[in-house]
């Protein structure tokens, strides 16, 4: 089972939105998530603070600062 986690930064309204999609889309396919605060960790920070909300599945990048919904409904699903 594919594992989801969202990476954000406090106050950041995209990362609210993004939570909200997550939240939403893992509830009805029944997939775990995490959230993660790149700010917690400076090795995240570096490598994805400029792109935060990230979408991770299985650990991988599979988008940033948008949910892209079906592709996203997809590769859960796959």
Do not use: N
């Amino acid at each position: 089972m594919a594992e989801v986690t969202l990476l954000v930064r406090a106050g950041c309204h995209s990362c609210a939105e993004a939570r909200t999609d997550v939240e939403r889309v893992c509830g009805e396919l029944d997939v775990p998530w995490t959230e993660v605060d790149v700010d917690t960790d400076p090795e995240l920070q570096a490598e994805y603070g400029d792109m935060v909300p990230v979408f991770l599945i299985d650990g991988a990048m599979h988008g940033y600062w948008k949910l892209e919904e079906p592709r996203f409904r997809a590769a859960l699903s796959g």
